[in-house]
């Protein structure tokens, strides 16, 4: 490419019948200052590129750092996320673990408590069942002593209810009138009145205790 100074030096021979001078002059004056102003662009725009270049190189330093910045941070999270999930699978395990020895020691307690609980139960039935027993064997005993009784007063000889539990001697003595009682309450149990024969005392038991035997 020529220059604004090449152009400005640069010289033609006169000829005869050639161009005019004043026209070649007044173009290469023309020329020299777009060559000029050409040439102050492209040296501007060389130091813009220089410019640019140097920035370029800058960034491209910077975005090694910033590789390197992200390739550390992304190490560092990586690091520090498989730490937490360590952390956690830890805080988990121990966790069940507490968990679980909670529950076999409910169960074990519930188990226990459990078969405490049935020996209660189991003890309560004992004693109940010799409640019972007891009872029953007192009933029976009750119902053979009044049997036995019964049946003595059965096997004594049958007198008059009039001269039932008198002596001889009140017995040969001549009836005297008895004075006129006042009227009782009829009496419903037979134990209430006297005297009394084996029979009514017969008839007396059957009806109180005839009940208890038949359930017996």
């Known amino acids: ?52 270049a140097d920035k370029v190189r800058e960034y491209m330093r910077d975005e090694d750092a910033l590789k390197d910045a992200l390739l550390g941070a992304q190490k560092e999270g990586h690091r520090i996320i498989s730490e937490a999930n360590a952390k956690a699978e830890e805080i988990i395990a121990q966790a069940k673990e507490k968990a679980d020895a909670m529950m076999d020691e409910v169960t074990v307690q519930h188990d226990a408590l459990i078969e405490k609980n049935e020996a209660e139960i189991e003890e309560e039935h004992k004693k109940l069942a010799a409640a019972k027993k007891q009872v029953a064997d007192f009933k029976k005993a009750l119902f053979d002593m009044y049997k036995e009784h019964l049946n003595m007063l059965s096997a004594m000889p049958e007198e008059d209810d009039t001269t039932f539990g008198m002596t001889e001697e009140n017995a040969t003595e001549p009836a005297q009138p008895k004075p006129a009682a006042a ?34």
């Open 1 to 52: 490419m020529i220059s604004a100074s090449e152009i400005h030096e640069l010289r033609f021979e006169k000829a005869a019948f050639g161009y005019k001078q004043e026209d070649i002059d007044e173009f290469l004056n023309k020329l020299e200052e777009e060559a000029a102003i050409a040439q102050r662009e492209l040296d501007d725009s060389n130091n813009k590129i220089q410019v640019l």
């Open 183 to 216: 009227a009782a309450p009829a009496a419903s149990d037979p134990f209430d009145a006297e005297p009394f024969s084996a029979k009514a005392i017969q008839g007396a038991y059957d009806s109180r205790f005839g009940d208890l035997q038949d359930k017996d």
